[in-house]
């Protein structure tokens, strides 16, 4: 062996051997480390279940493969190839085999806290692909594991999680948690910050009663979102359509263009409260033009509720028949059933319109011919006592009492004609049937005259005798 002529030999990485030679110092080339240090090495080999690497030790370190990264069931040639250079942590220096245990995933962990503790406490948007769905939310590469729940996705609610796989998006981080090991992200509030700025000018821009066009953004139970080009306004269910709605979906459908009517506006929240049935034809405007009370109309059953049934007149135009119309007040109705039935109330300001089977009416207006009868008998009473004794009564006092009598009579018959349309009817009926009985009564008697008549005559009578 040629002589090799090296001061401080032991500095130099060669050592002598026991015949006096010099050799390598393989010892002194074997990178000294413990376990948690994080090392650098070579890609070497790439397996299915692991990958090897140099690291400069007596034997290659082995990553197995969930060790290697964040992300589940990975294909390993998608991630690294041979010749890497890679950073990785020791978990054991020697395993029961004797293996160097190394893992990619956690240094990268250690790396990428450091910059997710960064951006947290700066309030910068960090960005991360979108590696996995989960219940609630969405699992994002940053480094580590970062969770974007669902409700923070968007501005407004995400069906479809799984159009976001493999997407990378930009979110703040809300929540940390590095003992957890726990990241909380927002997109929702890194896009509301985007459109203030778009907000604020439509806001200046819109007022109240404008027609604005917009598109359907969302569709939930109490009324559809739509976009008005950066801000969210809210067509609540009951201002979509001018008949019953179920659910919104039945009226606009998602991606709908449409235009709406501004019906609110509160810039300190930045809401709009928005109409939709307002663009379009009301069908109560003809409505009201052809309908009256008392009209007989038919109709379909397309609702029963506790309180009654609603009908439907036109396309468009339904009526509520309540219980109390009922006999008994039990409605047996179903939907589809055929009714015909009045109009009893018609109230433009509200678009409601009341309808009676006639059942209540019929017996009130009974009620009233009785009463009706009742107080003509009294006035024919007074009627026939005023002509046999007027104008010789025996004294003031007997007249006044009959006065008395006929205004009685007078205001009871007010009474029970104030009442209603109805009512009216029944007290001409009435009068109609007095008339009769007055011309038949004048070929027996002499004829007392009109009311007005007889009141002159009461008056007369009732004057003191020195007049």
């Not at 000294?32 to 690497?53: A, H, K, M, P």
């Not at 990975?74 to 160097?100: H, M, S, T």
């Not at 006999?327 to 300001?349: L, R």
């Not at 205001?411 to 104030?418: Q, T, Y």
Request: with cysteine; net charge negative; proline share 3%.
């Amino acid at each position: 062996m040629a002589e090799v002529e090296i001061e401080n030999y032991t500095e130099s990485g060669y050592i002598r051997d026991k015949d006096g030679n010099l050799i390598p110092d393989y010892d002194m080339t074997i990178k000294v480390f413990d376990d948690g240090d994080v090392i650098s090495g070579t890609i070497v080999q790439i397996d299915r279940d692991e990958v090897l690497v140099d690291v400069g030790y007596k034997s290659e370190g082995v990553i197995p493969l969930n060790e290697l990264s964040i992300r589940k069931g990975v294909n390993p040639e998608n991630i690294i190839e041979i010749g890497d250079e890679i950073d990785a942590l020791v978990l054991q220096k020697e395993d029961k085999d004797g293996r160097l245990i190394l893992s990619k995933k956690r240094a990268e962990f250690e790396k990428s806290w450091d910059v997710v503790e960064n951006h947290s406490r700066e309030k910068n948007p960090i960005g991360g692909t979108v590696i996995e769905v989960v219940k609630g939310g969405l699992i994002l590469d940053i480094g580590l594991r970062g969770f974007l729940p669902a409700s923070l996705v968007d501005v407004r609610r995400v069906r479809d999680l799984n159009q976001y796989i493999g997407e990378k998006l930009d979110c703040l981080i809300i929540e940390i948690d590095r003992n957890r090991n726990n990241v909380v992200l927002s997109r929702r509030a890194v896009i509301d910050d985007e459109r203030k700025h778009e907000r604020k000018k439509i806001l200046d821009n819109i007022k109240k009663g404008d027609t604005v066009k917009g598109t359907v953004s969302s569709i939930v139970d109490f009324g559809d979102f739509i976009d008005l080009g950066g801000l969210d306004g809210l067509v609540h269910i009951s201002e979509l359509s001018w008949s019953h709605v179920d659910h919104p979906s039945e009226v606009l459908e998602l991606s709908q263009e449409v235009e709406v009517k501004v019906l609110d506006i509160d810039t300190e929240r930045g809401r709009v409260s928005l109409g939709y049935k307002h663009t379009q034809e009301n069908p109560w405007q003809e409505m009201i033009a052809d309908f009256n009370v008392g009209d007989e109309l038919p109709g379909k059953v397309i609702k029963v509720v506790p309180f009654g049934v609603f009908i439907e007149l036109l396309d468009g135009v339904e009526a509520l028949i309540h219980n109390s119309e009922f006999e008994n007040s039990e409605c047996n109705a179903k939907v589809g059933d055929e009714m015909t039935s009045k109009i009893a109330e018609i109230d433009v300001d509200r678009r409601r319109i009341s309808m009676t089977l006639g059942l209540k009416i019929d017996s009130e207006d009974e009620a009233l011919e009785d009463k009706a009868d009742k107080v003509e008998s009294k006035t024919e009473e007074v009627s026939e006592k005023i002509v046999d004794d007027n104008p010789a009564a025996e004294t003031v006092d007997e007249t006044t009492s009959t006065a008395k009598a006929v205004e009685d009579a007078e205001v009871a018959v007010e009474e029970a004609l104030d009442d209603s349309k109805i009512k009216k009817d029944a007290g001409k009926r009435l009068l109609k049937k007095k008339k009769e009985d007055d011309e038949e009564a004048s070929d027996k008697e002499p004829d007392p005259g009109s009311l007005e008549d007889v009141l002159k005559q009461m008056k007369q009578a009732t004057k003191p005798e020195d007049e």
